[in-house]
Every structure is written in structure tokens, then in C-alpha cells.
């Protein structure tokens, strides 16, 4: 019989492997902050790289708070 991959991601997988004995709670809050501040941090980088190759600024700013950006949707009737 071949062996089953199972559906986890491979991040899934390494935190399995790393889990494979009990961890005390306060680690665990403090591998979960790493981890939250890691994808936030990656995600603040991608933002900064779109301000930056838009060009964007104050004014923009001003514009983005003072635009409706909301999609129009057309009603159907039945």
C-alpha cells in the first residue's frame, strides 16, 4: 500500500512535526504572535511596494477616503 498524503499544507506539515510533543501553553501563544507578525510584516512589505510603484501620496490618500469604490450591481427580477 502507497502512502496517503494528507491534505496540510507544507507550513501544516512542519508545525505537525514541531508539535509532535506537548508545548506549554505560554510557547504556543508566542510561536502563534511570530507567526501572525511574520505574515503581517510580509504583507505591509507587499503594500509598501504598491504605494511605491503607483506612485502614490497624500492626495491619494484623500481620494481613496472620499471615493465610493463600491461595485453597482444591477437588481434582476424574477
Known sequence: MGTV????SNLQMEL????????QEEDLVAVKSLIATYFAQKAIALADDIWDSEGWGESS???LLTTKM???YNKHTL
Do not use: E, I, S
Open 5 to 8: 498524503q494528507a491534505p496540510f
Open 16 to 23: 505537525l512535526q514541531l508539535y509532535k510533543t506537548d508545548v
Open 61 to 63: 490618500v484623500k481620494k
Open 70 to 72: 463600491r461595485t453597482a
